[in-house]
Nanobody, 120 residues
Framework: QVQLVESGGGLVQPGGSLRLSCAAS????????MAWYRQAPGKQRELVAA???????NYADSVKGRFTISRDNAKNTVYLQMSSLKPEDTAVYYC??????????????WGQGTQVTVSS
C-alpha cells in the first residue's frame, strides 16, 4: 500500500509565503510524475504545478512566477514553495503521484489535502 502525507499548510497574510511538502511511503518501486492540485470552495479541482521524475516542470498560468515545485527523489518527496500569496490562492491543496509498486502495478495516488488560507 502507498500513502501520500502532506504538510505545511496554514494561514498566511497576503504577500506571504508557505512551503508544502508531500512524502510518499509504502510499497514503492518507482515514483514518476508528481503534482500539486488545489480545490477552492465551490470550484473544481485544478492543477497547480507538476514535475516529472527528470525534473521538468509546468505550472498553471495563475501561479507562474510565484510558485515553485521541486522534488527529492531519494526521499520520494515533492515540495511546493508558494510566494506572493493572494487571497485567491486559498484552497485545499492536494498532492498527486504516479507510482509503480512493482512490475505489474502502477497507480495514481492522492494525499489527504492540506488547507491553505490567505487572509489578513
Amino acid at each position: 500500500q502507498v500513502q501520500l502525507v502532506e504538510s505545511g499548510g496554514g494561514l498566511v497574510q497576503p504577500g506571504g509565503s508557505l512551503r508544502l511538502s508531500c512524502a510518499a511511503s509504502g510499497s514503492i518501486f518507482s515514483v514518476h510524475a508528481m503534482a500539486w492540485y488545489r480545490q477552492a470552495p465551490g470550484k473544481q479541482r485544478e492543477l497547480v504545478a507538476a514535475i516529472t521524475s527528470g525534473g521538468s516542470t509546468n505550472y498553471a498560468d495563475s501561479v507562474k512566477g510565484r510558485f515553485t515545485i521541486s522534488r527529492d527523489n531519494a526521499k520520494n518527496t515533492v515540495y511546493l514553495q508558494m510566494s506572493s500569496l493572494k487571497p485567491e490562492d486559498t484552497a485545499v491543496y492536494y498532492c498527486n503521484a504516479d507510482i509503480r509498486s512493482n512490475w505489474y502495478e502502477r497507480s495514481d495516488y492522492w494525499g489527504q489535502g492540506t488547507q491553505v488560507t490567505v487572509s489578513s
